[in-house]
């Protein structure tokens, strides 16, 4: 359990913040929003503005990434 959650900090240590710190991003999802219907344990934005949510499950962790526009990045993983 340590070595996941030294990875999934890793993982989001690399990840850079796009927008600035308290302010929307009006290009992402609808004005900003996207209602993802999913709790995450922890979630960032990549340099190039796709999102990844992170959640917890059994023996590891989960990695979500969404595309600029809000929609799911199918392109990730498996």
Same mark, same amino acid.
């Given at each position: ?28 999802? %609808? =004005? #900003? *929003? ?6 995450? !344990?922890?979630?960032?934005?990549? +340099?190039? @503005? ?7 499950? %059994? =023996? #590891? *962790? ?6 600029? !526009?809000?929609?799911?990045?199918? +392109?990730? @993983?498996?």
């Amino acid at each position: 359990m340590k070595k996941t959650l030294l990875l999934a900090f890793c993982v989001l240590s690399l990840i850079q913040i796009r927008a600035q710190v308290g302010t929307l991003d009006p290009t992402f999802g %609808t =004005g #900003g *929003f996207v209602s993802l219907g999913i709790t995450y !344990d922890a979630a960032e934005f990549q +340099s190039d @503005g796709k999102l990844i949510g992170v959640q917890m499950i %059994t =023996g #590891g *962790f989960k990695l979500t990434r969404y595309k600029t !526009d809000g929609t799911l990045d199918e +392109s990730f @993983g498996n």
